[in-house]
């Protein structure tokens, strides 16, 4: 197939289709290997099709050119490029040269930018202007980098959200000082003190309040003027030091079908551009902020803002994790809920300890005496242990099957996240007998087993076979996956 399309190149038949095919089938990395090898590094026949007089063998040339990152085109790309008449054919010459070094265009293209951006496009040439303004932006970005904001908003009271799972939001409402307004999966605080809130292990985002007039309406034109004419700019200025344009994304959470979602993010991201005059640039790879936008059942939009300014170095020592580890927010509430039934200098024990992360949150909740954690995996013990090290913290790593495992003394506390396992019911039965079982053993009398699962039917089984626990507390954490966390005392 690569030969045939090449071949018709070489001698001119149907150039526009055979490029497009090209350009299909170089999206392979093994057809692209296949190219370089039967072109033999001779690309002037590519090259030449930036001359064409059909505008549309250009753009498609150039492509090709992008996908093959031929460095010896980069020259001819650029001069091609000064040379286009085509407004619509333009980005696609930038968009070739992104992976290419093409350092000493770089003022031609900052120069360019500027020109764009000054110009006054008629309606027709609107759409080509952005697109190349955007492919300009996005080489520009990848090869400097993004001149981003500091976020310097410490001292400055905001009202943000704190977003949680509705279990943990009591919690979370009783940890914050600042004043607030309970939500359904979380906090909205009047005027909160920054400094106190990104010390809370509890919120798993934080998005600050848009304010504008009564609702942000859905069509892109009137949402993007509705946001000009709200505090957005305000909000961003005023928690920042450092000039330039916002480079942003739009964030749709899913309520329409996928396609819906992605044609109104393009359009209200071109429709926020346009009203912001230069001074926020859509950028899905390189944003500092996202422009959250929360569907209203009864139409409309509740518009945030996400700053990734805002270093969040609560869970900092996570430098490792692992595909079905759980995340340290979630650690931080399923423990918070515990601690009514956790003491102070206690001797913990975590079974499957995966990257450490319970034991570091437990570790951060109260003091212990001290930690051990156990995991049959050799990497998931490594990990845990240089999490542990990152966070200041000391604990006792062993890989080894935990029902394998004897110990000196016995524990005060065994805390959770029980493995999936990936058999059938039998197997996940036997592993949470000879969990009980091992358990047993090894924990003292009233000490207590902190367990977060999504097997209650076995949980509850072995509470009943195995008489040397009772049932402390449950709580519910995840409905619609029934993932509950329990809390079991061993009986003296």
Not at 415 to 426: F, L, Y
Request: proline residues 4%; hydrophobic residues 40%; neutral net charge.
């Amino acid at each position: 197939m690569i030969r045939e399309i090449y071949d018709k190149i070489c001698e001119g038949r149907e150039l526009r289709p055979s490029l497009i095919e090209l350009k299909m089938q170089l999206k392979s990395e093994e057809n692209r290997r296949s190219f370089h090898k039967i072109c033999g590094a001779d690309y002037d026949v590519i090259m030449k099709c930036l001359a064409d007089e059909d505008p549309k063998v250009r753009k498609n040339a150039a492509a090709v050119l992008g996908l093959l990152r031929v460095q010896e085109a980069a020259d001819v790309l650029m001069d091609a490029y000064l040379a286009e008449d085509k407004l619509f054919v333009r980005p696609e010459y930038v968009k070739a040269m992104e992976g290419l070094d093409c350092s000493e265009y770089m003022k031609d293209f900052h120069r360019r930018l500027e020109e764009l951006s000054m110009y006054q496009a008629p309606e027709n040439e609107k759409k080509h202007v952005r697109e190349e303004m955007h492919a300009l932006q996005e080489l520009i970005l990848q090869k400097e980098g993004c001149k981003k904001h500091v976020f310097s908003g410490y001292d400055r009271p905001n009202e943000v959200i704190l977003t949680t799972l509705p279990v943990f939001r009591d919690l979370l409402a009783e940890s914050v000082l600042s004043k607030k307004v309970l939500l359904k999966s979380g906090i909205r605080t009047v005027n909160g003190d920054m400094k106190e809130l990104l010390q809370n292990r509890l919120w798993q985002e934080m998005l600050f309040v848009v304010h504008g007039g009564k609702s942000l309406p859905e069509t892109p034109r009137q949402l993007a003027s509705w946001l000009q004419d709200s505090d957005l700019m305000q909000i961003l200025e005023k928690n920042h030091s450092g000039e330039g344009p916002w480079y942003f994304r739009i964030g749709l959470p899913e309520r329409k079908t996928g396609n819906q979602n992605s044609e109104m993010v393009k359009s209200a991201a071109r429709a926020v551009e346009e009203a912001f005059g230069g001074k926020m640039i859509n950028s899905p790879s390189h944003y500092e902020i996202e422009l959250r936008l929360i569907q209203k059942k009864e139409g409309g939009f509740l518009p945030f803002l996400r700053l990734f300014t805002l270093p969040d170095h609560r869970f900092a020592y996570r430098r490792y994790s692992l595909a079905s580890g759980m995340r340290p927010a979630m650690a931080a509430g399923l423990l918070a809920l515990a601690k009514p039934f956790l003491k102070e200098y206690a001797q913990v024990l975590d079974p499957f300890c995966g990257a450490g992360t319970l034991l570091v949150e437990r570790r951060f909740l109260m003091p212990v005496r001290n930690l051990y954690g156990i995991d049959i995996f050799g990497e998931a013990v490594e990990k845990a242990r240089a999490n542990t090290k990152a966070a200041g913290m000391q604990a006792n790593y062993i890989n080894r099957d935990y029902f394998d495992f004897t110990h000196g003394y016995l524990f005060d506390e065994i805390i959770t996240d029980m493995p999936v396992s990936a058999g059938n019911k039998e197997e996940t039965d036997f592993l949470y007998r000879r969990f009980f079982e091992k358990s047993g053993e090894l924990l003292a009398d009233h000490g207590r087993v902190i367990m977060y699962s999504g097997e209650m039917g076995l949980v509850k089984k072995y509470l009943r076979l195995q008489e040397s626990f009772r049932l402390l507390k449950e709580f519910c954490i995840l409905e619609k996956r029934g993932m509950y966390l329990f809390v079991l005392e061993k009986k003296a």
